[in-house]
């Protein structure tokens, strides 16, 4: 059965780091396009990274870019998050995501999503 199963959220001071992981189970992992999405409370689902099947291509929203990099362990069926500089409002509930459109960007063009983990930054 798919499943995608996030860990490494947590609190975290301002200026500190996270690293998020997804372990994915099922043997098309590396088929897929995957991404990591937030929710904060009382807002909707924000996008935050991708990365390609191939993990050649990555994109990341404006309010992470330079401070979160995405990759990929396709050997291991791993997705990460490194978070950097974080600042209170990325407090949020971050999900991984899977999709089989190469440069999938919007929630809905993901198919499968895992629980989520909650990252807290304080101020």
């Known amino acids: 059965q798919e499943q995608l199963v996030e860990s490494g959220g947590g609190l975290v001071q301002a200026g500190g780091s996270l690293r998020l992981s997804c372990a994915a189970s099922?043997?098309?992992?590396?088929?897929?396009?995957m991404g990591w999405f937030r929710q904060a409370p009382g807002k909707g689902r924000e996008f935050v990274a991708r990365?390609?099947?191939?993990?050649?291509?990555?994109y990341y929203s404006d309010s992470v870019k330079g401070r979160f990099t995405i990759s990929r362990d396709s050997a291991k069926n791993m997705l990460h998050l490194q978070m950097n500089s974080l600042k209170p409002e990325d407090t949020a509930v971050y999900y991984c995501?899977?999709?089989?459109?190469?440069?999938?960007?919007?929630?809905?063009?993901?198919?499968?999503w895992g629980q989520g983990t909650q990252v807290t930054v304080s101020s």
């Open positions: 099922g043997r098309t992992f590396s088929s897929y396009t």
């Open positions: 995501a899977r999709s089989l459109i190469r440069f999938a960007v919007l929630d809905h063009e993901y198919d499968y």
């Open positions: 990365i390609s099947w191939g993990g050649d291509n990555t």
